[in-house]
């Protein structure tokens, strides 16, 4: 479970943020510029809020009060950028191994094999991102995110850069992955069509000088 609640100052307004995720997909739904992107680089430690605090699964991610910032690699979270950030002069293979810890007594390929079969690239391993479709950099992305074993997954606009048949198969891949790895997801969009993959969805409230990203009655679905 993943607690979130913190005040984040930006140049135009102060972002309020207070929700809690559980083993479901949270969607965070707002019109550009609502600081979606920034809830998610404050969650996974790639911007710093003003004050609050984020809990991870009893894990203080970050403290204002008890002066705890852990930095990205410390926190257990897999991103998904926008635009999957994959290393265009690195391999798939590479791509996905990297920034996976070697831990002593194992292989740090051990979990390769398993993880390409699991997202259905393993003909792509010797390739380079340029050559890969939009859909199988997306796959590529998630093994990368996969071979960390986060305890929760972010993932910025994963279907934007989509077209309209690829973005239905990945809404269903999406949906198959998170009943397999039972772990939230965070999941940002500003289209109602990712709407469809929530359990919750979180909307901003607009005050004179701020913006408020914080659980209302109205967010939980009922998803029968
Ligand atoms: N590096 C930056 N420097 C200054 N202001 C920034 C920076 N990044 C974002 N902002 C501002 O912070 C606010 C929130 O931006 P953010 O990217 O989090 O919004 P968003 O909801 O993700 O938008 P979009 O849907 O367009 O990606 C915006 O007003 C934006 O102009």
Redesign the pocket.
Known sequence: MLTACFRKR????TLNVNFAVEEEVLVLA??????????LECLCGLQKPEEGRILLNDKILYSSDARINLPPSERGIGYIFQDYALFEHMTVKDNILYGVKRTRGTGRDERLPAVLERMGIVHLMDRYPIQLSGGERQRVALARALMTRPSILLLD?PLAALDRRLREKMRQELRELHRAWQIPFIL?T?CCCEEQLADKILRPLQGPDNVSWAERKEDVLCKH
């Open positions: 930006l140049p135009d307004f707002g019109p550009s510029g609502s600081g979606k992107t920034t809830i606009e940002v500003h």
